[in-house]
């Protein structure tokens, strides 16, 4: 049973920073993309994120690039999200997500994504 545990959710004030770190077990962490997604209350899932098994392809999505960074261990079995700059809109509960299917390109689409962490908050204050 693979099995994702994110950590590293917090109260930060705007223009702060939190790390956030996700850890997989149970299955080949390396032949993985992951990726961060994220849900604030009252909308739907939304990419954050990706990074491809072998760290060549990241994605980001417009409203975080140049503010967060994804970054994977594939010894250690973890993908982590350096979030900087934080605003308000960044409030939400982040997921990371595992996708078994080799692409081309990492994807964004929630959907498609195999494995799931039970998610960890993240308030922004003002």
């Known amino acids: 049973q693979v099995q994702l545990v994110e950590s590293g959710g917090g109260l930060v004030q705007a223009g702060g920073s939190l790390r956030l770190s996700c850890s997989v077990s149970?299955?080949?962490?390396?032949?993985?993309?992951m990726a961060w997604f994220r849900q604030a209350p009252g909308k739907e899932r939304e990419f954050v994120s990706v990074?491809?098994?072998?760290?060549?392809?990241?994605l980001y999505a417009d409203s975080v690039k140049g503010r967060f960074t994804i970054s994977r261990d594939n010894a250690k079995g973890t993908v982590s999200l350096q979030m900087n700059s934080l605003k308000p809109e960044d409030t939400a509960v982040y997921y990371c997500?595992?996708?078994?299917?080799?692409?081309?390109?990492?994807?964004?689409?929630?959907?498609?994504?195999?494995?799931w962490g039970q998610g960890t908050p993240v308030s922004v204050s003002s």
């Open positions: 997500a595992a996708d078994r299917t080799v692409r081309p390109w990492p994807t964004p689409t929630p959907g498609l994504y195999d494995y």
């Open positions: 149970g299955g080949t962490f390396s032949t993985y993309a």
């Open positions: 990074i491809s098994r072998n760290t060549y392809r990241i």
